[in-house]
């Protein structure tokens, strides 16, 4: 089976799993912080709108959640003044 043909065949929650599952990993060995439930659910909704705008690269997928996890750390950031920030711990 083709990769497009794979693809068609994906639901949209199959989809989104690894580029979400990969973002959390490559962000939290990063930053060395966590991501709380709230992100989290988050992160699937910005990767699930991407995804059924069209989105097929996983990728390109994996690199939109990053870039949602980072806007969501500054806006944390600016909000509380703090270097840890809600939503996000550092990891032990």
Same mark, same amino acid.
């Given at each position: 089976m083709s990769k497009v043909a794979r693809w068609l065949a994906m639901s949209s %929650?199959?989809?989104?799993v690894r580029p979400f599952a990969r973002a959390i990993?490559?962000?939290c060995s /990063? %930053?060395?912080r966590r991501v709380d439930v709230r992100t989290r659910r988050g992160l699937a909704r910005h990767?699930? +709108?991407? /995804?059924?705008? *069209? /989105?097929e690269d996983q990728s390109r997928l994996t690199v939109h959640g990053l870039d949602y996890l980072? +806007?969501?750390?500054? %806006? +944390?950031r600016r909000a +509380? *003044?703090?270097? /840890?920030?809600s939503g996000y711990r550092e990891t032990p």
């Open positions: %929650a199959e989809k989104l990993k490559i962000y /990063v %930053a060395k990767i699930k +709108s991407w /995804v059924d705008r *069209g /989105v980072r +806007s969501q750390e500054q %806006a +944390s +509380s *003044g703090d270097r /840890v920030t």
